[in-house]
């Protein structure tokens, strides 16, 4: 029978886990292009302690999870780093056969978003509550409803 792997505490690491030689484990996996990803952390699981000196974030176990959710509901996992934006260029980008005035009237809306800072935020910062704020700013800058 083959043996389990285990980290340096002697605990079984599941498939895709690993454990640098620094103590550091890691976490690989493929994204929705095809392409192999890895994400680090300090901790295996919740309980564990940060060594010392080193940057307190969750654990793997923790950031698999949020992962595998990601990727089962389709979301690309790098995606979440991309601006407002971005993904409205992305957006854009998808819808090609346009009218000369919708495309005139996309690209002054994507100039607002680059002059406002809620277009350099990336999106999984982004709440609702931020997009009613973003609609009142515009309303006070004199815009007119069909542009917001």
Not at 65 to 86: F, P, R
């Amino acid at each position: 029978m083959m043996e389990k792997r285990r980290d340096s505490k002697g605990r079984i690491l599941r498939t895709g886990e690993s454990q640098r030689k620094d103590g550091r484990y890691a976490y690989k996996y493929i994204n929705a292009l095809g392409e192999p990803k890895f994400e680090y952390a300090w901790k295996l699981v919740p309980t564990d302690k940060t060594p010392a000196g080193k940057r307190d974030d969750i654990s793997l176990r923790e950031k698999e999870q949020a992962i595998q959710k990601d990727l089962n509901d389709g979301i690309d996992t790098v995606g979440k780093k991309m601006t407002v934006c971005q993904l409205y260029a992305k957006k854009n980008s998808h819808r090609k056969n346009i009218k000369r005035n919708t495309e005139k009237g996309r690209k002054y809306l994507m100039d607002i978003l680059k002059k406002d800072p809620l277009g350099a935020r990336s999106i999984d910062t982004v709440k609702q509550s931020d997009a009613k704020e973003w609609c009142i700013r515009m309303n006070e800058n004199g815009y007119a409803y069909k542009t917001i």
